[in-house]
């Protein structure tokens, strides 16, 4: 190594920071934090510029490297194809939502909602006289134990009625409706 890139070296840290760094550094802090993490080099460079703060996405990037930051985007979410319909479980509403009594036909969905850092998913069920939600369930992970809880709050929040049709849009409600047909309180 040569002595004066040894000298340059050293005397490196004891020159007084630049101004325009310091003013790109706290811009770059800045939209960062407005952005809530999700903003990376090239955003960062376009809106700094934007605001007259002449910045490259490669200068962008040192600095956000420099400072600690690393931007983090939602991921999305993606639900297996369930393909056709639950053999066990034939489609006896034919889209017929018109009904004439409570505790008749009841409805049923899942779906996810992301929740802090993870997706969190919801199963519902609804009556279609009322068209209001009578039972649901929140769980981590979308599986029969999710749907029956929400069946069960339902069932129990009606006073347990007799004769009940189901008919739900996801496989989990689908597999939760064949177990509670199974023990005789759907059809």
Known sequence: MHRSSFKYWVQRSKRPACATKAKEIAKVRELF????????ARSI??????????????RAGRLMEKLGL?????????YKQTGDEHVDVP???ERQFNVVAPNRVWCGDVMYLWVGNRWAYLAVVIDLFTRKPIGWAMSLSPDSELTSSALKMA????GRPKGIMFQATRAAIIRAAGSVRRSGNAR
């Open 33 to 40: 934090r407005e952005s809530e993490g999700s903003a990376g």
């Open 45 to 58: 460079a376009e809106m700094a510029t934007r605001q007259d703060v002449p910045l490259s996405r490669y």
């Open 70 to 78: 690393v931007s983090c985007q939602v991921p999305g979410h993606t």
């Open 91 to 93: 489609n006896h509403l």
């Open 155 to 158: 069932y129990e929040s009606r």
